[in-house]
C-alpha cells in the first residue's frame, strides 16, 4: 500500500476519529476535513469558507489536523510494510499480526519489527548456525548447570566452535540479541529511561580552549525530561560541532542508574542470582545486553524524540515570530527614502512612491572614511523634495545609529515635508537583492542599491515584501539553523500563506511572489496572473480571472475570496466575501430594500439582521454571519495600526547607557525564555520573562511579539560582553537590589553560543553566549541572564 489515502475504510476512520481526539474535535469534523484536505483545498480555504463542512474547525485545528494526517498516513504505510516482509518470511503469528496492528507510534512499530528485520549476518545469527541456540536456552532454563560443562558438549571445530569458550560465547550472544530486540522490554525501558534519564555533556579532550562559548557545558548534567528545548539545541550544536561529547544516564547517580537497568533486563529475562553454576553468567550476560546494546540503542532513540520535539518548539517560536513580523503594522501608500547603511562603501539611497514603485536611487558617503556630511545632506533634500516623500526607513544594520542621525538633521532641514524616520530590520534584505526575483525585478539595477528598495517597501507594506525573501532567512528565530531545514520550510511556508490569506492580495497591484502564497494559487499561475495584468490592464471583476492560462475553475474557487479588486464592476470584490455566496448577499439587499453601496457600512441596519433569516442548504449560520461582519467592514485589515519607535536623542552606542534609563524600543525576537529588544544601540537587550510584565508570564508571548514598540528600563550593562539587561517593570521593585544574590550559582545565560546581536540581526539565532561564565551572581545583569538559563 503506497498511498494510505487508498487505505481501507476502517484504517481511514480510525485515523480520523484518532486526530479527532488530539485536536478535540468530532470524528466526523475530522473526516470532513481530511476530505478537503484530498481534494486540494488549502487550509485557509477551508477554516474560511468551509465551516460548514467542517463544524466550524479553525486554522490552527486544521494545521495540526494536516501535520497529523501525514503522520499518521505514513504509519499506516510502514505499518503495511512491516506485515508484508514478516509474513514473506513466515513468521507472521496472529499474536505477531495483532500486536503490530495495535502500535500506535513508529518507535513502537520499529521496536516490533526488529527482531525479524533483514539484517547482516549478526554474531548471534552465526551462532545460531553453529547449532548454539539450544546450549543458550538449556542455561537460561536451568541455571544448575556448570556453563563450561554443558557447553562442552557444543564444541565443534567444523562448525567454528573451537571450544567450550567459543560455544559460551556464541550462546550469550543470541540471548544478547534475544532480549535487545524484545519489543516489550525495549518499550518499558525506553519508558523509564524518558522518566529518569538524566542528559550529560563533557567536554572533548583538548577542546577547552576552541570550544570555549560551550563553557558551561564541559561538566553539565540535566534531566532529560526536564530540560528545556534552547539548551537543549546548544547542547547538541556542542556535540555536532565537536565540542561536547553526550551521554544519557538512568538517574542522577550513574552508577547506580546502570545497575538498575541491568537488573531491569534481568527480571525481564527471568534471570535471579541465587547462587547457581550459571547464575553469574547469565547476570554479566543481562549486564552487557544493557551496556553493549540497550543503552547505546535507547540513548540515541530518545535523544532523537527530545531533539524531534525540541525542534517543534523551536519551529513554533520562529513561526509565531515570523507571523508577528508579517503582520507588524503597514505605513501604507505613502513616498519613502529607503536608506541602507554602509560605511567605507557608502549609504544606498532608494526612492518608492506611494505604490511602492522604485522612482529613484544614489549611493552618499555620509561616514568614515569619507565624511562627506554636508554633501550627503544636499543629495538627500533634493531627493526628497522632488518625489515628496513622507516617510525615512533606514536599515538597522552597520552605521545604522550614524545614519539615523543623517536622517534627523535631513528633517530638521526640510520641515515642510513633515517627514518622519523609522529604523527597520534589514534581515534578509542582502538575500532578496541576490535573488532570482529581484533580478527579475530589477534587472538594470545595481544589487547594493536592491537592498535600499526592499527595506523602503518593507515599510511601506511588510508582508508584501517580506514574502520575497525566503523565510527562515527574514531571521526571527530560535536556533533555526539546527533543526530538520524540511520541517522548518514547510511549517513557515504555511505560516506565510496563513498570513497572506488573513490579509487578503489586491490583485491588482500584487507581485507574483505575492500572488503565489495565495491559497490554489501556484507560483506559474501567480506568473501568469502578472502577466495577464500586464498585457490587458486592470482586472475589472474576479470572474475575470478565469481568463488566466491555466487557471481553472477549481483554482478560483480556492483563490478567489483572498483577492480583492478596487473599484471593480462588482463592488463586493473588493470584500472577503467568496464569490459562491453572492447570492447570499443578494437575499440580504433584497430583505434590506437597497443596493451594496447603500448596504456596505451601514454597522446599524446589519447588526438588526439575523443570520438565521438567509441560510440555505450550501451556507450556514457561520458563513452568513462571516459575510455579515465582512458587509460591515469590508476588506478589514487585521494588521494593527502604524507606529514607530522613537530612539533616545544621544543613546546611540551601549556605552551611553546607564543603570535606571527608561528607553523606547522594538521587540526584535522572542524566545522560550524573554524578549529581545532593539533600543538603538546595535546590541538588542534582553527582557527575561521574569522582567516582562507586573505578573506571571508562562510564555513570553503572552505580553510581546515581535515588532512591537515597548517601553523598557536599563538593568544594567556590561560593556565588555556586549550584553544589556531590561525590564517592562518601569519602576524598580523593593526587592530589585537583593533579587540576584537569590539566583542559584549554576544558572547561566542560555540564549545560545552565537555571541552578538539577537535576533534578525545574527541570522536568527538569540544572542548571546551559552557557553561563557557566569557573571558574578550579585548584581542585576547576572540576574536576568541567569534566569535565561534557570528559568528558560
Known amino acids: ?156 571445530a567444523d562448525k567454528g566452535v573451537a571450544d567450550a569458550k567459543a560455544a559460551l560465547d556464541g550462546a550469550r550472544a543470541i540471548l544478547m540479541e534475544r532480549w535487545a530486540e524484545d519489543a516489550a522490554l525495549v518499550g518499558e525501558l525506553r519508558q523509564w529511561l524518558q522518566e529518569v534519564g538524566t542528559i550529560r555533556s563533557r567536554v572533548a579532550e583538548g577542546k577547552e580552549a576552541e570550544g570555549a562559548k560551550y563553557r558551561d557545558y564541559f561538566e553539565h548534567a540535566e534531566p532529560l525530561s526536564k530540560i528545556p528545548s534552547h539548551r537543549l539545541l546548544a547542547l547538541f550544536r556542542g556535540r555536532r560541532e565537536e565540542f561536547l561529547f553526550l551521554d544519557l544516564d538512568p538517574g542522577s547517580d550513574a552508577e547506580a542508574g546502570h545497575q538498575q537497568a541491568e537488573g531491569r533486563v534481568a527480571v525481564h529475562a527471568g534471570v535471579r542470582a541465587q547462587g547457581r553454576p550459571a547464575d553469574k553468567w547469565l547476570l554479566d550476560t543481562c549486564r552487557l545486553t544493557w551496556k553493549a546494546k540497550l543503552h547505546l540503542h535507547l540513548m540515541l532513540d530518545l535523544f532523537g524524540q527530545a531533539r524531534e520535539k525540541a525542534e517543534a518548539e523551536a519551529i513554533e517560536v520562529f513561526g509565531d515570530n515570523l507571523k508577528d513580523l508579517l503582520l507588524a503594522a503597514p505605513a501604507g501608500p505613502k513616498a519613502v527614502l529607503g536608506l541602507d547603511p554602509g560605511l567605507r562603501t557608502g549609504v544606498k539611497v532608494a526612492v518608492v512612491d506611494r505604490t511602492g514603485k522604485l522612482v529613484d536611487t544614489a549611493t552618499i558617503y555620509p561616514h568614515e572614511p569619507k565624511r562627506q556630511w554636508d554633501q550627503s545632506l544636499h543629495a538627500l533634500r533634493a531627493l526628497c523634495v522632488k518625489h515628496g516623500v513622507e516617510l525615512v526607513a533606514i536599515g538597522n544594520g552597520t552605521a545604522s545609529r550614524e545614519t539615523d542621525k543623517l536622517a534627523g538633521d535631513l528633517i530638521k532641514l526640510v520641515p515642510e515635508l513633515k517627514m518622519q524616520k523609522i529604523v527597520v530590520s534589514e534581515a534578509g534584505a542582502s538575500v532578496y537583492s541576490a535573488s532570482e526575483f529581484a533580478a527579475k525585478e530589477f534587472p538594470g539595477l545595481d544589487v547594493s542599491l536592491r537592498g535600499a528598495v526592499s527595506i523602503a517597501r518593507r515599510l511601506q507594506d511588510p508582508l508584501a515584501e517580506l514574502v520575497k525573501i525566503e523565510p527562515k532567512a527574514i531571521g526571527v528565530g530560535q536556533y533555526q539553523h539546527d533543526v530538520d531545514q524540511y520541517r522548518l520550510a514547510r511549517a513557515l511556508d504555511a505560516k506565510v500563506e496563513d498570513c497572506v490569506n488573513a490579509v487578503g492580495v489586491d490583485l491588482n497591484t500584487a507581485s507574483a511572489a505575492l500572488l503565489a502564497r495565495v491559497s490554489g494559487l501556484s507560483s506559474t499561475v501567480a506568473e501568469n496572473i502578472v502577466v495577464h495584468r500586464d498585457q490587458n490592464g486592470p482586472f475589472a471583476s474576479r470572474k475575470a480571472l478565469l481568463k488566466v492560462a491555466r487557471l481553472g475553475e477549481k483554482t478560483f474557487v480556492q483563490c478567489a475570496g483572498f483577492l480583492r479588486i478596487n473599484g471593480g464592476e462588482q463592488p463586493l470584490d473588493a470584500s472577503a466575501v467568496h464569490p459562491e455566496a453572492y447570492p447570499v448577499v443578494e437575499r440580504i439587499l433584497a430583505a434590506c430594500g437597497c443596493g451594496v453601496k447603500d448596504l456596505v457600512g451601514d454597522s446599524a441596519r446589519l447588526r438588526g439582521l439575523r443570520a438565521e433569516q438567509f441560510t440555505d442548504e450550501t451556507f450556514g449560520v457561520p458563513t452568513v454571519r462571516d459575510i455579515l461582519k465582512e458587509l460591515e467592514k469590508p476588506g478589514r485589515d487585521p494588521r494593527p495600526e502604524f507606529k514607530a519607535a522613537k530612539f533616545a536623542d544621544g543613546v546611540e552606542d551601549i556605552k551611553d547607557l546607564r543603570e535606571g534609563m527608561i528607553l523606547e524600543g522594538v521587540v526584535s525576537n522572542v524566545a522560550a525564555f524573554g524578549a529581545f529588544v532593539d533600543i538603538g544601540v546595535h546590541q538588542d537587550g534582553l527582557v527575561h520573562i521574569s522582567e516582562l510584565a507586573d505578573r506571571y508570564v508562562k510564555d513570553p508571548r503572552e505580553v510581546v511579539k515581535a515588532g512591537d514598540v515597548v517601553k523598557v528600563r536599563v538593568l544594567e550593562v556590561d560593556i565588555p560582553r556586549k550584553r544589556i539587561a531590561l525590564s517592562r517593570r518601569l519602576e524598580p521593585r523593593s526587592d530589585q537590589a537583593t533579587a540576584p544574590q537569590r539566583e542559584s550559582r549554576g544558572q547561566r545565560d542560555d540564549r545560545g553560543p552565537s555571541g552578538g546581536r539577537g535576533g534578525a540581526r545574527q541570522g536568527g539565532r538569540p544572542a548571546g553566549n551559552a557557553g561563557r561564565s557566569a557573571p558574578p551572581p550579585n548584581n542585576a545583569l547576572a540576574a536576568a541572564f541567569a534566569k535565561a538559563k534557570g528559568q528558560g
Open 1 to 156: 500500500m503506497s498511498d494510505s489515502r487508498s487505505a481501507s475504510p476502517a484504517i481511514a476512520t480510525r485515523i480520523a476519529r484518532q486526530i479527532a481526539e488530539e485536536i478535540d474535535a468530532q470524528p466526523a469534523q475530522a473526516v470532513a476535513a481530511i476530505g478537503l484536505l484530498d481534494e486540494g483545498a488549502t487550509v485557509p480555504f477551508i477554516a474560511r469558507y468551509r465551516k460548514e463542512v467542517t463544524g466550524g474547525l479553525d486554522d490552527t485545528q486544521l494545521r495540526n489536523l494536516e501535520t497529523r494526517l501525514t503522520y499518521l498516513r505514513e504509519l499506516e504505510d510502514r505499518r503495511a510494510a512491516v506485515l508484508a516482509s514478516i509474513d514473506e518470511q513466515g513468521k507472521l503469528s496472529d499474536e505477531l499480526r495483532a500486536d503490530i496492528e495495535a502500535a500506535d507510534s513508529k518507535a513502537r512499530l520499529e521496536d516490533l519489527y526488529l527482531p525479524y528485520k533483514p539484517k547482516r549476518r549478526t554474531k548471534a545469527q552465526i551462532a545460531r548456525e553453529a547449532g548454539l541456540e539450544p546450549l543458550a536456552d538449556s542455561l537460561l532454563a536451568d541455571p544448575a548447570q556448570e556453563p563450561e560443562a554443558a557447553a562442552a558438549g557444543y564444541v565443534d
